[in-house]
């Protein structure tokens, strides 16, 4: 493990230079907090109208009036409700970062060495491959949790703040746990192992981080429906998008695993 | 002397192409070998095999007295490698390149090991310089410093001057030429002839087959005999005559007053021929044993092996 360590470390240090890797991780999340907090904050504070209980230039749009009806909902404020669904749509946020941060390092990393040509001296060392591909994942996986973790909690903290306590409550619901603890670690090994495969075909850094955006792409066409109001976030959908992210990670590491050999890497990787 | 490198037959296919074939080598401890050969006769492919970055297809290889493909583990340990380019991290400094690998190679005290092969290679003062910034030259010798910060028992070289200009080559070639006498293997891949026969032991030359491998001096005498030049203030025909008459040079010829002869036993042939001819009124000016160019060697060598 003191080996993987020491690759985690070079890694950060390494990756961590680049500029446009260091905003997109601190940008990224700041923008994410502000949504939720900066909206909730101004449609808290906005003149109420007396029977909806909504800012006079807030409706409800089509197609969420059925969302409002629904049982979970009964006997809340409009506003909260409407709240509540606007949040929920901002925290699918959230998932973005552990799919692009640990993206962005591993391509980094694995093409920069390909790049630089040090895979060659690096794997002439004692060093078995799981402990290289493990050191890149966890240089990928550890700040992308991390940073995810920490902007969730700041959100969580700032909509205690700003907003009411049942909107603000979400933040803690069984649902919004799961998708923190369970699929978004899951998210962050899709996308260094897809970053891997990735890296191993691709030479410049910007082409394969392009391709690795395009992972987002399913979660984009699942926020869709969500904010058409045409599906409601569940702890079942969580539940069951965790199931299927963690198959394909099954998938995924088998490949990945196939293809970070050293002989693979030596020879079949394009340069 | 302990044999450190022993290959059995070592062979590498690519996709059914050959890139080693049937390599038989023993190299012993302390020794400085050199691989010559051409682009793609197999020497980068040799060092990945022998260095346990790739694995045989059939034979066998032992490292002092690991085997290939069995203990690589142990192997890696005690080899270094410098690889055809650097390989740095460009955007880290030359401390922390080198401190990452003492870390990967467990070297004790890997602050002080780092310190000693910077300032050994003057690059302590530049040490928290990006390497990206250092001369190729530079880069060449933190690679080399990279290889050994482990001390390794075995050094594989592959082209370490290559692509770099006659100064920095020269850099790198005396640092080579330092390590001489630390009592470990150094092999050496490259295409600078002058550079093998300064600081080799013995040359192996690799087109797929090992075709040949002995020390430049037997190389040369097995390919062309040996041949001894006698410089005299006057030849005549009548001292020609005299030397022919011995039978002692399997050939003979005449330039000017120099006289030319391939001797199958120079040690014991010389001393009469000269005698013969001071007999027969000659000044010997000079007696010189005549040495091909490790070029001639190698060129004869493919030559021979198309």
């Not at chain 2, 095999?49 to 890696?76: F, H, W």
């Not at chain 2, 933190?142 to 692509?163: G, M, N, Q, S, Y």
């Not at chain 2, 100064?167 to 630390?182: C, H, M, N, T, Y």
Request: hydrophobic residues 50%.
């Amino acid at each position: 493990m003191k080996k993987v360590w020491i690759i985690v470390r070079k890694e950060w240090r390494d990756v961590f230079r680049d500029k446009m890797i260091l905003l997109t991780s601190l940008l990224l999340p700041l923008l994410f907090i502000a949504m939720p907090v900066g909206i909730i904050y101004f449609m808290e504070r906005a003149p109420k109208t007396s029977g909806s209980g909504l800012p006079p230039d807030v409706n409800v749009p089509s197609g969420f009036e059925h969302l409002m009806r629904r049982p979970e909902f009964a006997g809340m404020n409009p506003l909260a409700v409407v709240e509540i669904l606007m949040v929920n749509q901002f925290l699918f946020y959230f998932l973005m970062i552990p799919l692009m941060i640990p993206m962005f390092v591993a391509v980094y990393s694995i093409v920069g060495e390909k790049q630089q040509r040090s895979l060659e001296p690096l794997l002439a060392t004692p060093l078995s491959v799981w402990q290289l591909l493990a050191g890149k994942t966890l240089a990928g996986v550890i700040p992308a949790m991390l940073i995810t973790w920490i902007s969730f909690g700041i959100a969580a903290l700032g909509l205690a703040l700003v907003a009411r306590p049942e909107v603000a409550a979400i933040m803690a619901s069984p649902m919004w746990l799961l998708a923190m603890l369970i699929l978004a670690p899951l998210l962050t090994i899709t996308a260094v192992v897809v970053a891997v495969i990735i890296s191993s075909r691709v030479n410049d850094i910007r082409l394969a981080e392009q391709l690795g955006g395009l992972l987002v792409l399913p979660l984009v066409g699942l926020m869709i429906p969500v904010m058409m109001g045409k599906l409601l976030v569940s702890v079942a959908m969580f539940a069951i998008g965790s199931a299927i992210v963690a198959l394909l990670d099954i998938v995924l590491l088998y490949l990945g695993v196939k293809l970070f050999q050293r002989e693979t890497i030596l020879i079949r990787w394009s340069r | 002397m302990k044999k450190m490198i022993l290959t059995k037959d070592l062979t590498r296919r690519f996709d059914g192409t050959v890139a080693v074939d049937r390599l038989n080598l023993e190299i012993a401890e302390g020794e400085i070998f050199g691989l010559l050969g051409p682009n793609g006769a197999g020497k980068t492919t040799t060092v990945r095999l022998l260095s346990c970055l790739i694995a045989p297809t059939s034979g066998e290889a032992i490292i002092n007295g690991y085997k290939v493909g069995q203990d690589d583990m142990q192997i890696r340990r005690i080899v270094g490698i410098l690889t055809e380019s650097p390989g740095l991290y460009e955007r880290l400094d030359a401390y922390t390149n080198l401190e990452f690998y003492a870390n990967l190679y467990e070297v004790e005290n890997a602050p002080k090991q780092v310190e000693r092969y910077l300032n050994m290679l003057g690059l302590w003062e530049r040490r928290k310089e990006a390497v990206a910034r250092f001369s190729k030259g530079m880069k060449q010798k933190l690679a080399i410093a990279r290889a050994l910060i482990h001390e390794p028992k075995v050094l594989f070289l592959d082209e370490p001057t290559a692509a770099l200009d006659p100064e920095a080559s020269k850099v790198v070639r005396d640092f080579i030429e330092e390590l001489k006498g630390e009592g470990r293997i150094i092999f050496l891949c490259t295409h600078n002839l002058d550079e093998a026969q300064r600081l080799c032991d013995r040359i192996g030359v690799l087109k797929t087959q090992l075709i040949a491998v002995d020390t430049p001096e037997n190389l040369q005498r097995q390919m062309f005999g040996r041949r001894m030049l006698i410089r005299l203030r006057q030849l005549t025909p009548e001292m020609m005559a005299a030397v022919r008459s011995l039978n002692l040079a399997t050939a003979l010829e005449q330039a000017d007053n120099q006289l030319i002869l391939s001797l199958g036993d120079p040690e014991t042939a010389t001393p009469i021929i000269v005698r013969r001819l001071v007999e027969s009124g000659g000044d010997i000016l000079q007696v010189t044993e005549l040495k091909h160019s490790l070029e001639e060697i190698y060129l004869n060598l493919i030559k021979e092996a198309q």
